[in-house]
């Protein structure tokens, strides 16, 4: 399962991702995963959830970030749930790419069974018919 959580800077974006990601600590068994940019959501988690600070290890592209989730799902096979706060400051601003991101997660999520829950930057109205379908 996906869910995209969209809207323009200062929407309340990550008041919403970070309500979600303290329901899904109530609410689920395994273990939670957060990726942001930048260490900005530090005191905003709850203790349980492994915060990841994807400028630290160098993600500035799609490909980085792929490999990134999947190295924290191979080495963490207990990873129920992973959030992506603001997903255009990791990878950078392109729709196409986005767009990519989003399909290659949805797959990722059905085959390893790990739900994934990401904000992007960008009004909802322009989103493609792509993105639209995990709002």
Not at 9 to 20: D, E, H, N, V
Not at 21 to 30: F, K, L, P, R, S
Not at 74 to 82: E, L, S, V
């Amino acid at each position: 399962m996906i869910k995209v959580i969209m809207g323009r800077k200062g929407s309340g974006k990550t008041k919403k991702l970070i309500a979600a990601i303290q329901d899904a600590v109530n609410t689920e068994a395994g273990d939670i995963v957060c990726i942001e940019y930048g260490k900005k959501l530090t005191y905003d988690l709850p203790y349980k959830v492994r915060l990841v600070d994807s400028e630290e290890y160098g993600v500035k592209n799609v490909d980085l970030l792929k490999g990134l989730i999947s190295g924290l799902h191979a080495g963490n096979f207990d990873i129920t749930h992973i959030f992506i706060d603001n997903l255009y400051k990791t990878i950078g601003k392109n729709h196409d790419v986005g767009e990519e991101f989003i399909d290659w997660a949805a797959k990722f999520s059905e085959t390893n069974n790990v739900k994934l829950t990401l904000s992007v930057s960008d009004d909802p109205e322009e989103a493609s018919e792509a993105i639209k379908k995990y709002l």
